[in-house]
């Protein structure tokens, strides 16, 4: 259970760098303007009035962060065993594990179709029980 919550903070890790990637190349395309040019190079000077050093930096951290939790939740993944024999036995056991889940779930699955067929059994003999026990059919308009 611990691994499944482990990969579903990982998927989310990774969709919110998915997120800081999109947000900050946007804002960079919308904030940025046009490089000058300096001897006939474009400079890498950020021009007045566009997006300013700290605003980069704060996204870099932000990206930064996001990287480091990614690298945090995927290091705290179990090893994968890369022998082939290995990962052979391994899907062995689990299709084992699944047989036995399998069995269980018919064994239940048996159980209930007998505890449904005593209930409607005992609904119709409750159900006969009421409308024979009447003085016969409800009159009907003429």
Do not use: H, W
Not at 29 to 42: F, H, I, K, M, T
Not at 108 to 131: C, G, M, Q, S, Y
Request: aromatic share 2%; net charge negative.
């Amino acid at each position: 259970q611990k691994m499944a919550d482990t990969v579903t903070q990982l998927q989310d890790q990774v969709n919110q760098i998915n997120g800081l990637f999109y947000n900050c190349t946007g804002i960079l395309q919308r904030d940025s303007r046009p490089a000058e040019r300096v001897n006939g190079e474009l400079s890498d000077a950020l021009t007045e009035g566009g997006i300013n050093d700290e605003q980069i930096q704060e996204m870099a951290a932000s990206v930064v962060a996001a990287s480091r939790n990614i690298d945090a939740l995927a290091s705290s993944l179990p090893e994968v065993d890369l022998d082939e024999d290995a990962q052979l036995a391994r899907i062995a056991a689990l299709q084992a594990e699944n047989d036995e889940a399998e069995r269980e779930l018919q064994a239940a699955l048996v159980v209930a179709d007998k505890a449904l067929a005593r209930a409607t059994a005992a609904f119709e003999v409750a159900t006969n029980k009421i409308l024979l026990s009447s003085d016969g059919p409800p009159p009907t308009a003429a």
